[in-house]
C-alpha cells in the first residue's frame, strides 16, 4: 500500500514531464515560421498550395495532390500575359506563354515552377531547399525582373 503512492507520483511526474517536452517546437517548423515571416516584411506573399497538375510535382496519394509553398509578389499596375513555365536543369521550360521567357537561366535553388497571370509572378519552391531564408532578396528580384520582361 505504501508503495502506491510513490508509483502514482512517479507516474503523474512522467505524464507533465511529457506534456511539456511534447509542446516544444520542431527546430525545422520554427525555421520555415521565421522564413515565412521574414518574406512577408519583404512584401513577398508565401502561401501554401496544392500543386497544380502543370507543375508535374508528385501528388502525396492517388487522390491528393500535395501542398507546395508558392512565394509571389503583387504588381499593382501591372497588366501581365499569362505564363507558366517548369524549372528543368536550371532553365525554363515552357508550359503555356510567350517564347520570350524560353530557357530563360534559373540560378535559386529548389524552384518547381513559375507562373505569371495579371498583376501576380510567383514560384513554386521547396522552401527545405533553403530554410536560412538566405535567398528570399534574390527571389523578391527575379520575380520583379520577369515582370519587366
Not at 32 to 61: C, N, Q, Y
Not at 81 to 90: F, G, K, T
Request: overall charge neutral; aromatic content about 8%; hydrophobic content about 45%.
Amino acid at each position: 500500500m505504501e508503495n502506491t503512492g510513490i508509483w502514482v507520483t512517479v507516474f503523474i511526474v512522467v505524464f507533465v514531464l511529457g506534456s511539456i517536452f511534447g509542446l516544444r517546437v520542431n527546430p525545422r517548423e520554427k525555421a520555415l515560421g521565421i522564413m515565412r515571416e521574414k518574406a512577408r516584411k519583404m512584401s513577398l506573399h508565401p502561401r501554401l498550395v496544392a500543386a497544380p497538375d502543370w507543375t508535374k510535382i508528385p501528388k502525396a496519394s492517388e487522390n491528393r495532390a500535395s501542398m507546395v509553398a508558392y512565394y509571389s509578389v503583387l504588381i499593382p499596375d501591372a497588366r501581365l500575359p499569362l505564363m507558366r513555365a517548369l524549372v528543368v536543369d536550371d532553365k525554363l521550360e515552357l508550359v503555356y506563354g510567350d517564347d520570350k521567357f524560353k530557357d530563360l537561366p534559373i540560378t535559386l535553388k529548389g524552384i518547381y515552377a513559375i507562373d505569371m497571370q495579371a498583376n501576380c509572378v510567383g514560384l513554386y519552391w521547396n522552401e527545405e531547399s533553403d530554410l536560412r531564408a538566405t535567398q528570399l532578396d534574390d527571389m523578391k528580384a527575379f520575380l520583379h525582373s520577369l515582370a519587366e520582361l
